[in-house]
Nanobody, 125 residues
């Protein structure tokens, strides 16, 4: 399993922006499906966005047009740019990875084998 380390969470007011980062082991971005998940208190973990090795992305409907998932192979990093944040975006955000060059979904969470510890995002109204 790959070691993933998230950073960049924080507290913002509605309409604000945050960029999350996930440090990953060298080389995995070339053959892993990468994703961001989030979990609010009392809620199930849900997929936010995924990015496959070729650069194809999938977003959950509620974040389309506001969030952007990207990666930097040279820096061994995965990112999630979040704009126009809403209170319902509040949660613990996780970086996830699984070796896969075919499928790269945002669900189910069980598809992914490696997880970070999470970084908290809080959006106030």
């Amino acid at each position: 399993q790959a070691q993933l380390v998230e950073s960049g969470g924080g507290s913002v007011t509605a309409g604000g922006s945050l960029t999350l980062s996930c440090a990953v082991p060298g080389g995995i971005l070339s053959d892993h499906c990468m994703a961001w998940f989030r979990q609010a208190p009392g809620q199930e973990r849900e997929g936010v966005a995924s990015l496959d090795a070729d650069g194809t992305t999938i977003y959950r409907d509620s974040v389309k047009g506001r969030f952007t998932i990207s990666k930097d192979n040279a820096k061994n990093a995965l990112y999630l740019q979040m704009n126009s944040l809403r209170p319902e975006d509040t949660g613990l955000y996780y970086c996830a990875a699984v070796i896969s060059t075919l499928l790269c979904p945002i669900a189910p969470p069980e598809f992914f084998r490696s997880w970070g510890q999470g970084t908290q995002v809080t959006v106030s109204s």
